[in-house]
């Protein structure tokens, strides 16, 4: 039977100028297609192949490099065509509105890989990998999204289905023939253990910190302390640039100044905040209220004081915090601990010891992630609720509910796990997913 589907097309590669330009074709009439634009016509399967693109009227718009990938043998499961050419911008426009003249469409985002996950080429899990491996900025986001690609995400969720499927496969013969005498008698203990199991295994999922969706967000690292201790320096210190503004007068920041970094192979926030003290200025006030709260929020803390007074720690203060003593570039001795870390914001002086520590504490935050488990809200949700449908199913079978009832509760839980990788159709959660990816992914 003949594809409904209509052909897409896209620019893959970032915005022109630049030294090559791929643009990708995919759906039912790309031979047909590229029989009217390409001056040899259809390429070898699977060859790069030297060819002219022109428009339909026979205007030639570029040599390049052209690769057919008939399917279901592609990343969509359909024919597809990719064609390299010279990045330039008229180049760019011309090819795609000769791709449009010829009866393809504009893609929308993540249409390529929806496609593929609808021909069952990979899953959502996989799906969401390839987005994160895209729009990775640390070390270790480009680990984890090359783990959950390599499917270790979709293993675990599609393990915790099985045992779901063999539970249902148990009460279910316990309905249809409980009176032949090669089905289960007593499925009660055999499932209540399944169960007991699943909702351990979920219950320690979730219990990660949200540290694998930290990973990839970025991690929050708050400066604190009081007003002129030097915070909003520090940050442009760190940052290597002129992020916030820094004057003599007390509150100057009102606002919390977030800077996005990488810092040890990590994505961070850091983040200048107003200086803790007591005001009557309404202003300031919310400044400080809004401070609090980034240092509440924070998984990384900077106590900076300045170094000519003694450390009070205040009520704001907590173990665990990096305690960094300002202005070592006037003070010739210092009266700190050992743990505290002498620093000059203005001349940069002590920076790489107090980066050192950043980087330790980054390390042991990430280092207690192993393999994925988490990595988006949406996994995180459907974990909660797949749980609490576990918790209900467990509940009645100890309170001798039918299997019937039981079964229902177990369905339930299997349909939210099974969300998690796509194999039960929600278009919400499809549509959700693929519209963070970029256009031609």
């Not at 031979?31 to 016509?41: C, R, T, V």
Request: proline share 4%; glycine share 10%.
């Amino acid at each position: 039977m003949a594809s409904t589907r209509d052909t897409i097309c896209a620019l893959a590669t970032g915005a022109p100028p630049s030294a090559i330009s791929v643009l990708r074709l995919s759906g039912p009439t790309v031979i047909d297609i590229a029989g009217s634009l390409l001056l040899k016509g259809i390429p070898p399967p699977r060859v790069a192949t030297l060819d002219t693109l022109q428009d339909q009227a026979g205007a030639v718009i570029d040599t390049g490099l052209m690769v057919f990938m008939p399917g279901p043998a592609s990343y969509t499961g359909e024919d597809a065509l990719e064609l390299s050419l010279h990045g330039g911008r008229m180049v760019t426009e011309l090819a795609l509105k000769a791709l449009i003249d010829a009866g393809a469409r504009l893609a929308e985002p993540g249409e390529f890989t929806r496609r593929a996950f609808e021909a069952g080429k990979l899953d959502l899990t996989r799906a969401e990998a390839i987005a994160d491996l895209i729009d990775a900025e640390s070390e270790a986001q480009h680990s984890q999204a090359l783990k959950q690609l390599d499917g270790a995400l979709a293993n675990l969720y599609e393990g915790w289905r099985t045992s779901l499927t063999e539970c249902l496969a148990l009460l279910e013969a316990s309905i249809d023939f409980p009176d032949e005498e090669d089905a289960p008698q007593r499925v009660d203990e055999p499932v209540r253990q399944r169960l007991s199991d699943l909702i351990g295994e979920l219950e320690q999922a979730l219990k990660d910190g949200n540290i694998t969706e930290r990973i990839r967000d970025g991690f929050k690292i708050a400066i604190l302390g009081k007003p002129n201790a030097g915070k909003s320096t520090l940050l442009n210190q760190l940052s290597g640039r002129d992020a916030a503004i820094v004057t003599e007068i007390p509150g100057t920041t009102r606002d919390a100044i977030e800077v996005r970094m990488v810092i040890g192979g990590y994505l961070v926030w850091l983040v200048d905040t107003a200086g803790l003290r007591d005001t009557d200025d309404i202003v300031e006030k919310e400044g400080v209220r809004r401070a609090i709260r980034a240092g509440d929020e924070a998984d990384i803390r900077i106590f900076l004081y300045d170094g000519e007074a003694a450390f009070e720690p205040g009520e704001h203060y907590r173990d665990g915090d990096i305690i960094a003593a300002n202005k070592a570039d006037l003070l010739e001795d210092m009266n700190v601990s050992r743990e505290t870390i002498q620093i000059s914001a203005k001349t940069g002086q002590g920076l790489e010891t107090l980066m050192d520590r950043i980087k330790t504490r980054l390390a042991d935050l990430g280092g207690s992630s192993g393999s994925p488990v988490i990595t988006r809200a949406r996994h995180r949700q459907g974990i909660i609720s797949g749980l609490d449908a576990l918790n209900v199913a467990k509940s009645a079978l100890e309170q001798g509910a039918g299997a019937e009832l039981v079964a229902e509760d177990v369905r339930l839980a299997s349909r939210h796990l099974g969300m998690l990788t796509g194999h039960v159709d929600a278009e919400s959660v499809l549509g959700a997913v693929f519209s963070s990816f970029c256009i031609g992914k």
